[in-house]
């Protein structure tokens, strides 16, 4: 038993789920992992997140962003134990039921279930925000920069950093003037592989949420943007309107303002993720990732199509090559070949 396993048997032996038999869950992007617990002594199935510290990890915004999702009667899961200084969490088990696989296996719950996940956005964004780090200009503007330096560079051997640089001042004028200042909590990665239907239950709390610990405050339409252009399945452009139209029509906001907000903060997000999507490959050994890019793409180009975009798509199409076949490969054959930047 290595060390890692030894810290995690003793936490549990304080706990319901002592001897409790455990399965490996499908985790995320992050270096989190995650275990189902069989029935403990009262009854209940959980999971287990294992969040070891030594990897860069830290629970703490985990549970205070669960309390908050929880004190708005929103389905965060429950934590049944917790152990900060270890990294480890034994939370309640919300089930397999996906937005991704509820949709698969029954088509007619598409609109539905988006209705229903727009609705809880609409309630959250009513709510006073806790105290938590903005994402502002800056921050976006790093996050999208890495488009050049994680895609580009693996795409070509080297970062045009002319390009990146005009880029980076045009790009941060634009948020800066467009985006209004972070008033509400964003969750960041609100999208089918971290939403659940939890169909047993009423209102906003049939939608069960997941991985929002990297929460900020950001704009209203930053969530939207993250569940309707979905970097792991594809939702018909029908729906991502009428998911839109519906946010727009029950809040106070000004309908092309909002737009225009929603595509600006859509290429921001996607030309992130392009970099992270390549960085995961690259870096962290993840060559499955790689295969998201051309839908990522295809975001990248339609939010490029809008006018409030125009002052950044002319070095961004000559900049950023298409990704094409070949491309993919040299992403792939570059898996876990680069520790640093």
């Not at 088509?107 to 609705?119: M, N, Q, S, W």
């Not at 956005?121 to 800056?138: I, V």
């Not at 001042?169 to 939890?198: C, G, K, M």
Request: hydrophobic share 40%; proline share 6%.
């Amino acid at each position: 038993m290595n060390m890692r396993e030894s810290i995690i048997s003793e936490f549990l032996a304080k706990t319901n789920w002592a001897n409790a038999l455990r399965a490996p869950l499908a985790g995320d992007a992050s270096l989190r992992k995650y275990q189902r617990l069989a029935a403990g002594k009262d009854g209940r199935i959980a999971v287990l997140m294992d969040a070891d510290p030594k990897l860069g990890n830290d629970v703490r915004p985990f549970i205070k962003i669960t309390n908050y999702l929880r004190s708005l009667s929103l389905s965060a899961p429950d934590i049944y134990a917790a152990d900060e200084a270890s990294g480890l969490l034994i939370i309640e088990d919300l089930g397999d039921d996906l937005y991704a696989k509820a949709v698969a296996d029954k088509p007619e719950l598409e609109i539905p279930l988006y209705e229903a996940a727009t609705d809880v956005l609409l309630h959250l964004h009513k709510a006073p925000p806790p105290s938590l780090l903005p994402y502002d200009t800056k921050s976006m503007t790093d996050m999208a920069l890495l488009a050049f330096d994680w895609y580009q560079f693996g795409a070509s051997d080297k970062v045009n950093i002319d390009h990146r640089d005009t880029f980076k001042t045009a790009f941060s004028h634009l948020l800066e003037t467009r985006i209004s200042a972070p008033s509400v909590l964003i969750q960041r990665d609100y999208h089918a592989e971290n939403l659940l239907w939890l169909s047993d239950r009423k209102g906003h709390a049939r939608v069960g949420l997941l991985d929002y610990q990297d929460a900020q405050l950001g704009h209203p339409a930053y969530d939207l943007v993250s569940m309707l252009k979905d970097a792991r399945r594809d939702v018909p452009e029908s729906v991502e309107e009428a998911m839109v139209q519906h946010y727009v029509t029950h809040s106070a906001i000004d309908d092309q303002e909002f737009r225009d907000a929603y595509h600006l903060l859509g290429l921001q997000r996607n030309l992130r993720i392009l970099g992270v999507f390549a960085r995961l490959s690259m870096h962290f050994g993840k060559p499955h990732y790689v295969d998201f890019i051309p839908r990522v793409w295809n975001f990248i180009q339609r939010d490029l199509g809008q006018k409030i975009n125009e002052p950044v798509g002319t070095i961004l199409n000559e900049t950023l090559p298409t990704p094409t076949p070949e491309i993919l490969i040299r992403l792939k054959d570059k898996c876990a070949t680069i520790p640093t930047l």
